[in-house]
């Protein structure tokens, strides 16, 4: 299983073909091997404009499996903050959630944002 940061997802809707999108399609066919949490659901729902593209893509993202943080992950997130911090990194909330959700459960991201790769060096976040 991968967990698919939205970067990813806004590739693979765009119209254009990339390397990004058709290995996403390898992942999704013929045996899902992804997964979503709300977060990222989120994030990829509130850019998309088209109300006919907003209410399919939402009801496809629905059939995947979903990960959902607990209080151990929000804890772990806090400190994967909390130790960029100290370094003079500044890591986004949702970033350190979703790199907390990954490492919790054992899962590489697949994310084309490079705050990831920071995110990875101080801990034990694997990248897809």
Known sequence: MVLVDSSVWTDYLSP??????AK???????NNEIIIT???????L?????????????QLLQRLPF???????????????RELSSKGKIPSTVDALIAALAIE??????TLDADFCLI?????????
């Open 120 to 128: 990875q060096q101080y801990s034990a976040l694997k990248l897809f």
């Open 105 to 110: 459960n054992k899962i590489p991201l697949f």
């Open 38 to 44: 709300g977060i990222i659901f989120q994030e990829i």
């Open 24 to 30: 996403l399609e390898t992942l999704i066919r013929p």
């Open 67 to 81: 990960v959902i943080p607990s209080v151990n992950t929000h804890l772990k997130a806090a400190e994967i903050f």
């Open 16 to 21: 254009r073909a990339s390397q990004v999108a």
């Open 46 to 58: 509130q850019g998309i404009r088209n109300i006919r593209s907003y209410r399919l893509t939402q």
